[in-house]
């Protein structure tokens, strides 16, 4: 066995121990997996740079503004920014949507991202972050949560798990995070294992004043114990 191989070995090794512990602690999330694959997209763009609930705010309010797709493709592009402001961002972002959906349109004739679900994982995925404002994290949540497909989509909270448990570096980002972590995802767990780290990273492993007294799987952490305290790294 290599050498790369073998830190490859050790390190799927963690992260099943890590999925183990998350689901005696949480469970196996139920979480829909058969959402219409343009509201994800379109949602997960949202969520850019902002969180859950302002991402919430913001989709619920562009649905109220233009209650179908043809509407918003047709709105002015700084309409849909007033309807999506709370979110931030809010010209960038909808510029990228108007351009998802002209896109789709171009494309199929019609606005739905269904046939991004008939095609192969990979082909899929290159198709998505082919399109203006979609990276590896959109991408992958449209096909694991419209597709049903076996993904796992890396957010800011995965990351910062992931670094502290020393499965990448402190210099790797999110984008290239999701190619050094997907060789490592136990089989069938992408899912799971993704919605849990989450969780876990919003209510014990926080960015700021970490609840490492509660951590569920301290073994593997690789922040040096003086650097450990419930109320926060020191």
């Known amino acids: 066995m290599s050498i790369a191989s073998g830190i490859?070995?050790?390190?799927?090794?963690?992260?099943?121990?890590?999925?183990?512990?998350?689901?005696?602690?949480?469970?196996?999330?139920?979480k829909e997996t058969s959402a219409d694959p343009l509201e994800v997209l379109i949602s997960t763009i949202l969520s850019q740079n902002t969180n859950d609930r302002n991402r919430d705010l913001s989709f619920k309010a562009l649905r109220r503004r233009f209650p179908d797709w043809v509407s918003l493709l047709e709105a002015d592009t700084s309409e849909i920014a007033e309807a999506i402001k709370v979110g931030g961002?809010?010209?960038q972002k909808a510029g990228n949507i108007k351009e998802v959906l002209r896109w789709i349109w171009k494309r199929w004739g019609r606005l739905s991202l269904s046939p991004?679900?008939?095609?192969?994982?990979?082909?899929?995925r290159g198709v998505l972050i082919g399109l203006k404002g979609v990276g590896p994290k959109?991408?992958?949540?449209?096909?694991?949560?419209?597709?049903?497909?076996?993904?796992f989509?890396?957010?800011?909270?995965?990351?910062?798990?992931?670094?502290r448990l020393g499965l990448v570096s402190?210099?790797?980002?999110?984008?290239?995070?999701?190619?050094?972590?997907?060789?490592?995802i136990p089989a069938g767990k992408?899912?799971?294992?993704?919605?849990?780290?989450?969780?876990?990273?919003?209510?014990?492993?926080?960015?700021?004043k970490p609840r490492?007294?509660?951590?569920?799987?301290?073994?593997?952490?690789?922040?040096?114990?003086?650097?450990?305290s419930e109320k926060g790294l020191v």
Do not use: Q, W
Request: net charge neutral; aromatic share 6%; charged share 25%.
């Open 170 to 184: 402190s210099k790797v980002t999110a984008e290239r995070a999701h190619g050094v972590l997907a060789p490592l």
């Open 138 to 151: 959109t991408a992958n949540c449209v096909l694991a949560f419209g597709c049903g497909r076996e993904v």
């Open 212 to 228: 490492c007294s509660l951590c569920v799987f301290p073994e593997f952490c690789t922040l040096p114990p003086e650097h450990r």
């Open 89 to 91: 961002l809010a010209i």
């Open 190 to 208: 992408a899912l799971s294992l993704h919605l849990n780290l989450i969780r876990y990273g919003k209510e014990i492993c926080r960015a700021l």
């Open 8 to 30: 490859i070995k050790e390190k799927g090794f963690v992260l099943k121990k890590v999925a183990e512990a998350l689901e005696g602690e949480y469970g196996i999330p139920n």
């Open 116 to 124: 991004i679900c008939e095609m192969g994982t990979e082909e899929a």
């Open 153 to 163: 989509p890396v957010d800011t909270h995965i990351l910062r798990i992931a670094t």
